[in-house]
């Protein structure tokens, strides 16, 4: 089992940052893939970025890469999402999700485990 929970949303104006965390706790964080996805009112949820264990491999939603970077640290269970030039169309619901297994990563179907979410609002 492991247990996440996100933190540092908020309300910031467009063109600012957040930096968003995620604690994790129960089997061995530094073995395990991690990912972050997002979730607007009434649309599906999609991929925003993940990182392999080593944090060797980073992955990126096309429209996200070079604003946002995934980051983690294994020393202290935790996986990071900065956020930069935040645009409205970023306000959303961001999850954080551990171990695809050999699943992609790019699909939310296959993590096994998810944080409850933090909010992340953008204002124009």
């Known amino acids: 089992q492991v247990q996440l929970v996100e933190s540092g949303g908020g309300l910031v104006q467009a063109g600012e940052s957040l930096r968003l965390s995620c604690a994790a706790s129960g089997r061995t964080f530094s073995s395990i893939t991690m990912g972050w996805f997002r979730q607007a009112p009434e649309k599906e949820r999609e991929f925003v970025a993940a990182?392999?264990?080593?944090?060797?491999?980073?992955y990126y939603a096309s429209s996200m890469k070079g604003r946002f970077t995934i980051s983690r640290d294994n020393a202290k269970n935790t996986v990071y999402l900065q956020m930069d030039s935040l645009k409205p169309e970023d306000t959303a619901i961001y999850y954080c999700a551990a171990d695809p297994g050999s699943s992609s990563v790019f699909s939310d179907t296959a993590y096994a485990y998810w944080g409850q979410g933090t909010q992340v609002t953008v204002s124009s």
């Open positions: 990182i392999s264990w080593s944090g060797g491999r980073l």
